[in-house]
């Protein structure tokens, strides 16, 4: 699924990475502890979280995270955006929680994603 078609399922605002909008995304996982994703995150995969700080971002980066997906209609400070921007993630904000958003993914065929797959 295409970042753009997940951003009109989701009824997301871009608010950072346009450039990554035509990216195909097969995976997704949803975590407020970014130890959880440094843990079992293993490919790359669309991140929907409640956390807002910049460890989000650079948890991403590390694990090669290229969206990211604020839930709850989290609105996230210019500095983590201005990060995102500089780093070449996709950030979108929804206004759904995270069980709602991964439900909707998953009834499109976006499968979970981690080390015990």
Known sequence: MKVREIM???EAELLAGEENLDMEINSACGADLMSDVMAFVK????LLTGLVSPQV???????DIKVIVFVRGKNP??????LAKEKGITVLR???PMFI???????QGMIGRGVWD
């Not at 971002?57 to 694990?63: C, D, G, H, V």
């Not at 958003?101 to 009834?107: A, I, M, P, R």
């Open 43 to 46: 490919d790359h995969v669309l």
């Open 101 to 107: 958003s991964c439900g909707k993914l998953y009834s």
């Open 77 to 82: 400070p210019q500095n983590i955006i201005d």
């Open 94 to 96: 929804t206004k759904h």
């Open 57 to 63: 971002i650079r948890t991403a980066e590390m694990m």
């Open 8 to 10: 009109k399922l989701l």
